[in-house]
């Protein structure tokens, strides 16, 4: 129930496309989801993150869509370019516990 | 602003040797700490989190251990390494407010145990 369950293992759009990422989740006590974004050999960075009283937010061209009774999200990427060309991780927080949960990640390949 | 430094930022030991990690936070007084591991192209492993000087709580039992002797410093220690303690080693940082307990990275210390 703690697990956060992330699709696709890896990805390749074209430049320009949109990428999608998509993350399901068990457990109701999660209430805190961000997006980190890690580039070879670097920590993860916060790239984005939503709490479950909204069901979108937007920054850039990095938009997460939450759909709390289908306890899923989603990071979307438009305009895909290939400095965005990294591992993606959604992960969710039981803040009861204060300890966030990972997917197991996405590898972006974004084409020239 | 806070930042977060970890070293060494790469380390290669043989099998059997003592292990010490070390992360400091600087910019911000009580946070909570974490340890991860990635393995090659894998997901965060949570070894342990700390929200306290001395109080080190372990996720994963192995030959790792993690001690907290100041508010900002987290070490990940282990008497023999092994084999399968090649990785990323992560630290990060969290001050909870609310429901936003955002976690910060390190730069990660990569450690090859031949």
């Known amino acids: 129930q703690q697990q956060v369950k992330q699709s696709p293992q890896s990805l390749i759009v074209q430049k320009g496309g949109i990428s999608i990422i998509n993350c399901a989740y068990e457990n109701t006590a999660f209430d805190y989801f961000p997006w980190y974004q890690q580039f070879p050999g670097k920590g993860p960075a916060l790239l984005i993150a939503i709490r479950p009283d909204v069901s979108e937010k937007k920054e850039g061209r990095f938009t997460i869509s939450f759909n709390k009774s289908a306890k899923q999200f989603s990071l979307h990427i438009m305009d895909s370019q290939p400095g965005d060309s990294a591992t993606y991780f959604c992960a969710a927080l039981d803040t009861g516990f204060q300890k966030l949960v990972f997917g197991t990640g996405t590898r972006l390949l974004v084409s020239p | 602003s806070q930042t977060i430094h970890q070293w060494p930022a790469t380390l290669v030991q043989p099998v059997g040797s003592p292990l010490s990690l070390e992360c400091t936070v600087e910019?911000?007084?009580?946070?909570?700490l974490y340890w991860y591991r990635q393995a090659a192209g894998r997901g965060l492993q949570l070894l342990f989190y700390?929200?306290?000087?001395?109080?080190i709580s372990s996720e994963v039992p192995q030959n790792l251990s993690a001690s907290r002797p100041q508010d900002r410093q987290f070490i990940l220690s282990s008497k023999k390494l092994l084999l399968s303690d090649s990785g990323f080693y992560l630290c990060a940082w969290s001050v909870p407010r609310g429901n936003t307990d955002t976690q910060y990275f390190g730069p990660g210390t990569r450690l090859t145990v031949l």
């Open positions: 700390s929200v306290g000087i001395g109080q």
């Open positions: 910019g911000t007084s009580n946070p909570n």
